[in-house]
């Protein structure tokens, strides 16, 4: 088991508790919530269930009685179960039949897909754990679910019956940079740290996504075999994930597709006009379903101002499509090696270095020594179109410190030019002046392998190197 401790030592926490534990797993698709659970509980399952994509009500409550019987709850007094007050019931029977001698693991998978229209899943479930199972001491219910906005609308955050009722969550995140290093050791691949990171703005850390690398093979030739091959395995992941977690799907794709043009992100009031669709409540809803989802930030512009907040995509495997797949009906095999060196690439290269390095915030806190300091994490540009003046990521630290950092993906130290000197300047005058900051504003360098040491590297107070993300 790669990483996963903290989650790893929650759920054997729950597992050996003396109450009735309600746990939600939850997380994007791909991630690895059910390789996790199956590992720590799979030969201790009281009862699993999964639910099934795209299928209708009687579908899944055929599944779940099927599961029902495998677990040898059988059904014997042939009760036609055509309701989940009915499917949850049989559950409940099969949980009094057992005694309270031993915990009782019930792993549900996949919840949001058993929740089909006018179904009245929730209802029994609300039913199964207030009116039973919540006053079971041997009882671990784990449900679980790729639909994070549908696990935190529906049950986290729910305002009926299952309010306040969950004991437990884990949100599980991709792999970081440690983990994928940690994951290809795990398969004797001999790779470097760039390549990782290479990687990581591809596929953006998820477990399941790197199953495919194959060692012997350079990071472009697995990014050719993994996506543009003819059949290769992630051809229609896009399609895939997107339908799998979404409801809507070809609305929230229009909102991302908007997204995935400007990379900056965009203001509410600029999505509309670029979307076409109506300022109310759907447009607030699938929002709010991107950014639960983790495919989306919603972020402020220094000095934390909720007004003019942007929108910005992050899903790494969402941008790489948008920027290589979408619309590029004649791609080739070979098309990301064939785009190697080109000016295209290494545009996407910088720009998704950037999103690596926000996604590695606490590492960077390390590298500089101010993992104990109290600090806001802020984006920045200036309002009055000063020439340059935008910050990707600004530490504004409670020890009268702020931290301006630039970031470079560079083959090799980068070089600081005298009018990129002057450039740096510039961005530091006009934060400054339009923040009015009396704090000291430091510049600090974020990039591969550091600042090449000239009569103009010392505009940069400090730095934080590709080996410094991996912790």
Known sequence: MIGRKREIALLKKYENSVEPEFIVVYGRRRVGKTYL??????????????????????????????????FGIENKDGVNIDTWMKAFELLKNGIKKAGNQQRKVIFIDEMPWMDTPKSGFLT???????????????????????????????????????????????????FNLSECEQYFESRNIVIDRRDIVESHMVFGGIPYYLRYWEGMYSVAQNVDMMVFYENAPLNNEFNALYSSLFKNKESVITVVQALAKKKKGLTREELIAATKMADGGTLTGILSDLELSGFIRKYAVFPGKTRGSLYQLTDPFSLFYFSFIHGNLGRNEHFWCDLLE?????TWRGYAFEQVCLRHIDEIKAALGVSSVGMSVFAWKSEKSSPGAQIDLVLDRKDSIVNLCEIKFAKYEYEITKGYRENLANKVKAFQTETKTRKNTHITFISTYGVKQNAHSNAVQSQVVLNDLFG
């Open 342 to 346: 080109t000016p295209s690439l290494n």
């Open 124 to 174: 029994a479930l609300d039913y199964f754990w207030n009116g039973f199972a919540s006053s079971r001491k041997d009882v671990l219910l784990i449900a679980c679910g790729s639909a994070t906005s549908w696990m935190t609308k529906k049950v986290l955050m729910d305002t009926g019956g299952l309010h306040n009722r969950v004991t437990g969550k884990i949100g599980l995140k991709p």
């Open 37 to 70: 659970i199956k590992e720590l509980f799979e030969d201790r399952f009281f009862f699993y269930a999964t639910g099934v994509l795209k299928a209708n009500m009687a579908e899944q409550l055929k599944q779940f009685e099927e599961s029902l019987r495998e």
